[in-house]
């Protein structure tokens, strides 16, 4: 098999073709899409269901009672999708350590977003009883799955056909596929809510967005995955992995061999993924719930914004960690992925310490929550830009698929499924400002994580942790 080159050789009449960027006769530009539309479908998939998690499901997926309760229960089937995501790197990742990095992302994409698809024609408590929270809980449990191996291929598929000393610049290419589907999904959310006049605080449940409007989102990721499906399916595989089979490097079983020779990298990878992830559904679940819960004048915990207002903040912010993500790129190519990862680790923990300051509920103003999420979406792009440079640069070619899927998930587990369930309790019973005690904790665990990984700046994909 012969290895890629990162242009077009010169053609027969002696003339140059590198005007356009190849790897192994596949436009560079190609493989930007490639990345960045799979992790794009995959956040969105994930938004749609943490933005209905807080909105739609406590009204229509389980029995009527104590709000705070059905919020719990619809962000317990929320968390469900990170335990089944270890499940999902094992499982693809085995597929991509054997077989390749292509055809395991195509098999991602398509059970993402089946998943997806199906939770848009669900039946509803109503319905049909228990058999509506337990059909949604399968489908949240398959969406976990599919990004368990989505991510890892999207990773490698960018750091192993970047050019030299670009790594991190190529990689952070899928981490803007978080911004892009969070854009999409949020921004699809509001529309449909204005234009059915949903009020989140006052919600109809015969009206028009709970009875069907919550629905297109879902059943609009067809489409995504589609797109996907076309670009992934014109790819070819990645140089450093055709290499690895060339000199008979590929293994039975990686997730046996992981364990045996990289053990210790599976416990740094997730740690330091851990205030990544921790922060990342802070701003984006968690603060959803909180932003548009009652005020403790109306009998609540939260800041009482309006469904739609808080919506629109949230969008204008994540403008913010999409700018940020190239600018991590950069940095970690620059000045190398520790360095720059303790920096900003430092500056989230000191971020923690500001939740009381910004987020006390009495007279919370459009200003100050604004800050609060333009502060956070910033500090989100910066410590998530490298991470699809780093967890990968960890492990071997033969186990870096189920590695840094492990790590990666591992630290889902950690750090996001249990956030926000956790934020909701501790505000609920100490205040808003423990959230970001919570935050700093985390961070710290990472801090510390950070301080024992060596630099992977300058190793060689095809001997790196060898």
């Known amino acids: 098999m012969s290895t890629s080159l990162n242009k077009n050789p010169p053609t027969p009449d002696g003339g140059d073709t590198t005007a356009v960027d190849t790897v192994g006769g596949v436009p560079r530009s190609r493989i930007i899409v490639a990345s960045t539309i799979g992790t794009s479908i995959e956040f969105y998939d994930f938004y749609i269901y943490a933005t209905a998690a807080v909105s739609v499901f ?33 499982l693809f990742g085995h597929f991509g350590d054997r077989v390749g990095r292509k055809a395991t992302l195509v098999g991602s994409l398509l059970t993402m977003g089946v998943a997806t698809f199906l939770i848009g024609v669900l039946p509803t408590y109503a319905q049909v009883g228990l058999l509506a929270p337990a059909l949604l809980a399968l489908m949240r449990f398959c969406q976990g799955l599919g990004l368990g191996g989505e991510w890892s291929g999207a990773a490698l598929l960018a750091t192993e056909t970047a050019k030299e000393g670009k790594r991190a610049w190529a990689a952070m290419w899928p981490q803007l596929g978080a911004p892009i589907g969070f854009f999409l999904a949020n921004g699809l959310f509001l529309t449909i809510s204005l234009m059915m006049n949903h009020d989140s605080a006052n919600p109809d449940l015969d009206g028009a967005f709970l009875s069907w409007g919550w629905r297109i989102p879902f059943l609009l990721s067809a489409v995504m995955v589609m797109i996907g499906l076309y670009v992934r399916l014109r790819l070819e595989e990645t140089p450093v992995f055709a290499r690895a089979v060339e000199r008979g490097e590929k293994v039975k079983t990686p997730l046996a061999e992981v364990f045996k020779t990289s053990w210790r990298q599976l416990i740094i990878g997730t740690f330091v993924m851990l205030a990544t992830y921790t922060l990342f559904y802070l701003m984006t679940t968690w603060v959803l719930s909180y932003g548009i819960a009652k005020t403790p004048a109306e009998g609540g915990v939260g800041a009482g914004f309006k469904y739609t207002d808080f919506l629109v903040l949230q969008l204008i912010a994540v403008v913010f960690f999409a700018a940020a993500v190239p600018v991590s790129g950069w940095l970690a190519d620059r000045y190398g992925r520790r360095i720059t990862l303790l920096v900003i680790t430092g500056m989230l923990m000191a ?40 967890l990968p640069e960890l492990f071997p070619t033969n186990v870096r698929y189920t590695g840094s899927g492990i790590a990666y998930n591992t630290a889902s587990i950690l750090g996001a499924a249990v956030a926000p369930f956790i934020a909701v309790y501790l505000v609920d019973h100490y205040g808003v400002g423990w959230v970001g005690i919570y935050l700093l904790v985390a961070s710290a665990l990472t801090f510390v994580a950070l301080l024992v990984m060596r630099e992977t700046k300058d190793e060689s994909l095809d001997d790196v942790g060898a």
Not at 63 to 88: I, M, Q
Not at 376 to 383: A, N, R
Request: aromatic share 12%; no cysteine; net charge neutral.
């Open 58 to 90: 406590p009204h229509l997926f389980f029995p009527k009672g104590n709000d705070t309760t059905a919020l719990l229960a619809s962000l317990a089937t929320f968390g469900l999708a990170f335990v089944a995501r270890p499940l999902g790197s094992i």
């Open 351 to 390: 971020f923690g310490l500001t939740f009381g300051l910004f987020l006390q509920s009495d007279g919370m103003s459009d200003g100050r929550m604004l800050a609060f999420l333009v502060v956070g979406m910033i500090l989100m792009g910066l410590t998530f830009g490298p991470m699809s440079a780093v």
